[in-house]
C-alpha cells in the first residue's frame, strides 16, 4: 500500500500568490516525521521543512509552512508568496518509528510546482 | 548543514561493464547511508540501506548481485552497478543522516545511462 500520497501531479500559480501541495500519509507508527523536499531540474534534492508526529505546533521555515493535520494524516505544505525560484519538483517524505541515524525515509511521487510570470 | 558528495554526477557506459559511484559525506561521520533511484519524471525509490561495516539491506524487489554496495569507511559508501544494461539507465542518488539530525542530507545525484 502506497504509504505516500501526492495527488497533484502538476500545478500552475502565478507568482506571489500562495500554494499548497497536498500529501497525506499511512502508517501505525505513533512516532513519525514528516519532510518537504524541492528538487529542480538540476536534480539536487533541497530540504525544506519538517514535521514530528507529537509536534504540537505547525512547522514554519520562512515562506514554507506545513499543515499538519494529525487526524486526517495529512501534511500540507504552503508556500507564501511563490517566486519564480520555486519552479521545481516538491516531494513529501515520511520517517516511520522513532528518529535514528538508520531510519529510512520514503517519498511520495511528488508534484511538479511552475509558477508563472 | 551537513554536506554529501556524490562522484561522478554523470556517466555513460557500454551495456556489459560495471560503473561505482562513490557517496562521500565530507563533514560528518556517517554510520548509515541510504541509496535511491529516481526514473524521470518519477519518485525517488529506495534501493538499500547502506551499513557501515557490515552488509547493506535491500529493499525487496532490488538485485544485490546486481547493485553491489559497500560502506568502507564511516564517510564513504558506493555503489557498484553491475554488468549494466539501458535499462540501469537512471538517476541515482545518495543521502546520509547525521546523527539524530531530522533530515537527510542528499548528494548531488548520478545520472547514469548506458548505451
Known amino acids: 500500500a502506497q504509504k505516500i500520497t501526492q495527488t497533484q501531479p502538476g500545478m500552475f500559480v502565478q507568482e506571489k500568490e500562495a500554494v499548497t501541495l497536498d500529501c497525506t500519509y499511512d502508517?501505525?507508527?505513533?512516532?513519525?516525521?514528516l519532510f518537504w523536499y524541492k528538487q529542480p531540474s538540476s536534480g539536487e534534492m533541497i530540504f525544506l521543512i519538517y514535521?514530528?508526529?507529537?509536534?504540537?505546533q505547525n512547522a514554519t521555515e520562512g515562506r514554507y509552512s506545513l499543515n499538519f493535520q494529525k487526524a486526517r494524516k495529512s501534511a500540507n505544505l504552503v508556500i507564501s508568496a511563490s517566486q519564480l525560484g520555486d519552479s521545481a519538483m516538491y516531494f513529501c517524505?515520511?520517517?516511520?518509528?522513532?528518529?535514528?541515524?538508520?531510519?529510512?525515509?520514503?517519498f511520495g511521487s511528488g508534484t511538479r510546482l511552475s509558477i508563472r510570470p | 548543514g551537513a554536506v554529501v558528495s556524490q562522484h561522478p554526477s554523470w556517466v555513460i557506459c557500454k551495456s556489459g561493464t560495471s560503473v561505482k559511484i562513490e557517496c562521500r559525506s565530507l563533514?560528518?561521520?556517517?554510520?548509515?547511508m541510504f541509496w535511491y533511484r529516481q526514473f524521470p519524471k518519477q519518485s525517488l525509490m529506495l534501493m538499500a540501506t547502506?551499513?557501515?561495516?557490515?552488509?547493506?539491506?535491500?529493499e525487496q524487489g532490488v538485485e544485490k548481485d546486481k547493485f553491489l554496495i559497500n560502506h568502507a569507511s564511516l564517510t564513504l559508501s558506493t555503489l557498484t552497478v553491475t554488468s549494466a544494461h539501458p535499462e540501469d539507465s537512471s538517476f541515482y542518488i545518495c543521502?546520509?543522516?547525521?546523527?539524530?539530525?531530522?533530515?537527510?542530507?542528499f548528494g548531488q545525484g548520478t545520472r547514469l545511462t548506458v548505451v
Open positions: 563533514d560528518f561521520q556517517a554510520t548509515t
Open positions: 514535521q514530528g508526529s507529537y509536534d504540537e
Open positions: 543521502s546520509a543522516k547525521r546523527g539524530l539530525d531530522t533530515e537527510a542530507f
Open positions: 502508517t501505525s507508527d505513533q512516532s513519525y516525521g
Open positions: 547502506s551499513n557501515e561495516g557490515s552488509k547493506a539491506t535491500y
Open positions: 517524505a515520511m520517517r516511520e518509528g522513532r528518529r535514528s541515524s538508520a531510519s529510512k525515509i520514503i
